[in-house]
T-cell receptor, first 112, second 109 residues
């Protein structure tokens, strides 16, 4: 049982480049989330989804886009990367709102 | 608005106890607690629901004071494996959830 899988695990981008982070879950969860975690800080919600085909903005959505075309996948896109987007990105999923969230292992992104 | 955790950091010897607090200015429906070890993903510990009882997980327990919008995490007889950063996540009646900035716990032999 893989749980929540994120790819890639590490990535270095140049300013202005674009990329997509993939999150896949095999628990049939409805809710999926993308967070960023900066050094010494907590998790900040970027975008989330409450089901296939739905997306919504979180606390810090600017500069990011998401898509949930399939229930098991949640994609996070950076259209034009900026150094301020250097962070560790975590994907999570949960059965419903206010239930236990399962996190992926994170993607460490550096924008130079 | 994110919850405030205190203390920011605590250092213990094995066997000692610790309390981590999480306070919100918003009316809360529930509080979640997670632990994150360095370089790893956060792992769920427990949920405290409004009107619910105090929860326990091995020697880690928590309470939720609805009147004060505050939750406390109690770590009893700490073990080396308890080291990590503890985050509270608060859920409001309006359906918003946010995480605190974490409390780093270091347990030394």
């Amino acid at each position: 049982n893989a749980g929540v899988t994120q790819t890639p695990k590490f990535r270095v981008l140049k300013t202005g480049q674009s990329m997509t982070l993939l999150c896949a879950q095999d628990m049939n969860h409805e809710y999926m989330y993308w967070y960023r975690q900066d050094p010494g800080m907590g998790l900040r919600l970027i975008h989330y989804s409450v089901g296939e085909g739905t997306t919504a903005k979180g606390e810090v959505p600017d500069g990011y886009n998401v898509s949930r075309l399939k229930k098991q996948n949640f994609l996070l896109g950076l259209e034009s990367a900026a150094p301020s987007q250097t962070s560790v990105y975590f994907c999570a999923s949960s059965y419903g709102w206010n239930t236990e969230a399962f996190f992926g292992q994170g993607t460490r992104l550096t924008v130079v | 608005q994110q919850p405030v955790q205190s203390p920011q950091a605590v250092i213990l010897r094995e066997g000692e106890d610790a309390v981590i607090n999480c306070s919100s200015s918003k009316a809360l429906y529930s509080v979640h607690w997670y632990r994150q070890k360095h370089g790893e993903a956060p792992v769920f510990l427990m949920i405290l629901l409004k009107g619910g009882e105090q929860k326990g997980h091995d020697k880690i327990s928590a309470s939720f004071n609805e009147k004060k919008q505050q939750s406390s995490l109690y770590l009893t007889a700490s073990q080396l494996s308890y080291s990590g950063t503890y985050f509270c996540g608060t859920y409001t009646n309006a359906g918003k959830s946010t995480f605190g900035d974490g409390t780093t716990l270091t347990v030394k032999p």
